[in-house]
């Protein structure tokens, strides 16, 4: 939580510059993860990446481990914060669960982000890999999944989605979808991203109610 100042009070300068560093070295790991994978994050690659000193970096973050957990949480703040500006202002609870899928689909469609969703790239990289960063990323992929699963149980009960939907099964299938379109996210050739896309979308046109039609 950003420290509250009180009236008069000068910030920090040094902070400051801190943070300034904190959020460039980031940005630059960000960068070498969705090409690399967070395993391609070292204090080294980094460090000349921002340039920046690599003792810079062991200040900031103390070991490899917090530099590579503190980027996936950057990355996937970063990328939900993309969702939210694609979300309409006002969506019904039907629109509102299509328009996360779209916007999925949109940022990791062909040559827009490399790395496609870092959250889902995480998970899988580190599926048999158990410590700190595999429960950070099924942490952020909960998040996802719950907010999917919000939306879904939003439109059944508006009497959008079929009431014998099994909402848990329809996220799990669209949850597959997009990690087989992550695969190949940044690919010159979309044709896989787009079967995604449509499969989702299919999944929930099968499961709408009559109403609304």
């Not at 790991?29 to 204090?43: C, K, N, Q, V």
């Not at 669209?174 to 010159?188: E, H, K």
Request: proline share 4%.
């Amino acid at each position: 939580m950003p420290e509250v100042l009180s009236p008069g009070a000068k910030p920090d300068g040094r902070r400051l510059r801190g943070d300034r560093t904190r959020q460039l070295v980031l940005a630059q790991a960000i960068r070498i993860a969705a090409s690399e994978g967070l395993e391609g994050i070292t204090f080294g690659r980094v460090a000349q990446a921002a340039g920046v000193p690599k003792s810079t970096l062991q200040v900031l973050f103390k070991d490899r481990e917090t530099l590579q957990a503190q980027t996936l949480t950057a990355g996937a703040e970063a990328f939900a914060a993309e969702i939210r500006k694609r979300l309409p202002v006002d969506p019904d609870a039907l629109e509102r669960l299509q328009t996360l899928c779209d916007a999925w689909f949109d940022l990791v469609g062909a040559g827009a982000r490399p790395g496609g969703c870092m959250v889902t790239a995480a998970a899988a990289e580190y599926r048999a890999r158990p410590g700190v960063l595999q429960a950070l990323a099924l942490e952020h992929r909960e998040r996802w999944r719950s907010a999917l699963l919000s939306a879904a149980t939003a439109a059944q009960r508006a009497g959008a989605l079929r009431a014998d939907v099994d909402l848990e099964q329809l996220v799990f299938e669209i949850l597959a979808f997009q990690g087989a379109a992550n695969i190949r996210a940044g690919a010159l050739d979309a044709t896989e991203s787009e079967r995604a896309r449509r499969a989702v979308k299919a999944l929930i046109e099968r499961s709408r109610s009559g109403r609304g039609r």
